[in-house]
């Protein structure tokens, strides 16, 4: 089961209010759960820019789908990204974050799903 009690969550240094706010569920072993809600909500794990960020471009020039605005490297196309993690990988400054909350239960979900190796499937 995973739970979550009481959580609240807001992107360093962000000027935003708190993305999350006083969340509570559980999830019992073997469900799967879709999190839905408006953009910029919390329930995705596209990395965001924090306040290191020295809008170098390295990001920007790296993202396979030009997500990340060329001329502002701290503006991100939501709908455009593809949650690769380039961007946090390439960058210099480690000024790129996911919501740690979503990316933990993201987490573990793929673990249980990835967890043996499946047999190849053809499906037409």
Do not use: W
Not at 14 to 21: A, I, M, T, V, Y
Not at 96 to 118: D, G, H
Request: glycine share 4%.
């Amino acid at each position: 089961m995973i739970k979550f009690q009481n959580v609240s969550f807001r992107y360093k240094d962000s000027e935003q209010k708190n993305s999350l706010q006083n969340i509570s569920f559980h999830i019992p072993k073997g469900e799967i759960v879709l999190l839905c809600g408006k953009s910029g909500c919390g329930k995705t794990t596209i990395p965001k820019p924090t306040k290191e960020c020295t809008n170098c471009g390295i990001c920007a020039a790296e993202c396979p789908v030009q997500a990340i605005d060329q001329e502002n490297s701290k503006k991100v196309d939501e709908k455009a990204c593809i949650s690769c993690m380039r961007c946090i990988s390439v960058c210099p400054q480690d000024a790129r974050k996911v919501n740690p909350v979503m990316l933990s239960a993201a987490s573990l979900m793929l673990k249980k799903v990835c967890s043996e190796r499946k047999e190849c499937e053809l499906f037409l």
